[in-house]
């Protein structure tokens, strides 16, 4: 194996370990590293329940993964392949860069579009909450 790929592999390898051992420390102590997206605007991103996902997928309960994250869910082989593409498979053996960018994108625009309906309840009450609050009060005919 050449000296560059097998840096990657064994790169890619410890990544694996990592995600494994945070996965299990979170098993174990409950505690998780939080989003911030969601802290600061009480949205969930693209990403929100990954961790959930695959602490699901680890237990082999894909009801349970496809809920926390459907879009990751479905889309995680494409994603996968495609770190393994862009990281371990050298440039110059590569056939499909052109068409690879193109579903990139469009991964990219999809990833985006699933964020915003996700999340589509949330905005629309934002947008017609109303700007000025009156409150209604009556005039007893003795004032006048």
């Known amino acids: 194996m050449p000296e560059g790929i097998r840096k990657k592999v064994i790169t890619v390898i410890f990544a694996g370990a990592a995600l494994?051992?945070?996965l299990a420390f979170r098993r174990l102590t409950g505690l998780s590293?939080?989003?911030f997206f969601h802290m600061i605007t009480g949205l969930k991103c693209p990403g929100c329940g990954v961790t959930r996902m695959l602490d699901a997928l680890l237990s082999l309960d894909f009801n349970k993964a496809r809920d926390a994250n459907i879009f990751l869910f479905y889309t995680g082989p494409f994603f996968a392949f495609?770190?393994?593409y862009e990281f371990i498979l050298?440039?110059?053996s590569r056939t499909f860069d052109k068409i690879n960018n193109v579903l990139l994108v469009i991964y990219c625009i999809a990833l985006v579009i699933f964020g915003i309906l996700r999340n589509a309840d949330a905005i629309s009450?934002?947008?017609h909450?109303?700007?000025i609050e009156f409150q209604h009060f009556t005039v007893s005919p003795e004032i006048l």
């Open 129 to 131: 909450r109303p700007v």
């Open 125 to 127: 009450a934002f947008l």
């Open 33 to 35: 590293v939080p989003c």
């Open 82 to 84: 495609e770190l393994l």
């Open 20 to 22: 494994v051992a945070y």
């Open 90 to 92: 050298p440039h110059k």
